[in-house]
T-cell receptor, first 113, second 115 residues
Framework: GDSVTQMEGPVTLSEEAFLTINCTYT??????LFWYVQYPGEGLQLLLK?????DKGSNKGFEATYRKETTSFHLEKGSVQVSDSAVYFC????????????FGKGTRLSVIA | DADVTQTPRNRITKTGKRIMLECSQT?????MYWYRQDPGLGLRLIYY???????NKGEISDGYSVSRQAQAKFSLSLESAIPNQTALYFC??????????????FGPGTRLTVT
């Protein structure tokens, strides 16, 4: 079945460091890919998405490129801030219209000043 | 006002009690979902509903039941709560006919503790 694998956390970085959170997926066809973020005490909110191969999603300085050849959707940010401390979830949807999102287990990021 | 609301936000209950968690949405979406979140396990799908007459089990439905009272309301019940149901519960909605990619919108969560 469909699945998403994320790098395990927690990840701890200093402010202004470069961030990469790896995400790979297994799915049939051409799924849509998502990154969700969960700030402390809140629900999940969409950070960015890509719906086809080679698309780049971007938001709030974060980027991820849909790489079908490597089945990956790695999240990157050039300079993290303390306010980026959160849990990040990679997810996919098969685009069949009849299946819920499949989530990775989440990666906790802590950014220290 | 939030598009997806959950009540209660926090609940402590005792083993064996019946409890209901409620979810309401104003987004007009047909599809609604219930997830639980446990440390290290990510989000796991409990039940989902694609319209008022459609209910589907997710990967961890045992010990839970749901009711879709209307397009806007989707309730999750624990018939006889047990301590390992202590978790953070999220409701979500989606619209497959909206923007591409079947994005889901989440409520703020209900923290449930079973003692």
């Amino acid at each position: 079945g469909d699945s998403v694998t994320q790098m395990e956390g927690p990840v701890t970085l200093s402010e202004e460091a470069f961030l990469t959170i790896n995400c790979t997926y297994t799915a049939t066809g051409y799924p849509s890919l998502f990154w969700y973020v969960q700030y402390p005490g809140e629900g999940l909110q969409l950070l960015l998405k890509a719906t086809k191969a080679d698309d780049k999603g971007s938001n709030k300085g974060f980027e991820a490129t849909y790489r079908k050849e490597t089945t990956s959707f790695h999240l990157e940010k050039g300079s993290v801030q303390v306010s980026d401390s959160a849990v990040y979830f990679c997810a996919l949807n098969r685009n069949s219209g009849n299946t819920p999102l499949v989530f990775g287990k989440g990666t906790r990021l802590s950014v220290i000043a | 006002d939030a598009d997806v609301t959950q009540t209660p936000r926090n609940r402590i209950t005792k083993t064996g009690k019946r409890i209901m968690l409620e979810c309401s949405q104003t987004k007009g979406h047909d599809r609604m979902y219930w997830y639980r979140q446990d440390p290290g396990l990510g989000l796991r799908l409990i039940y989902y509903s694609f319209d008022v007459k459609d209910i589907n089990k997710g990967e961890i439905s045992d010990g839970y039941s749901v009711s879709r009272q209307a397009q806007a309301k989707f309730s999750l019940s624990l018939e006889s709560a047990i301590p390992n149901q202590t978790a953070l519960y999220f409701c979500a909605t989606s619209d497959p006919y909206g923007t591409g990619g079947y994005e889901q919108y989440f409520g703020p969560g209900t923290r449930l503790t079973v003692t």
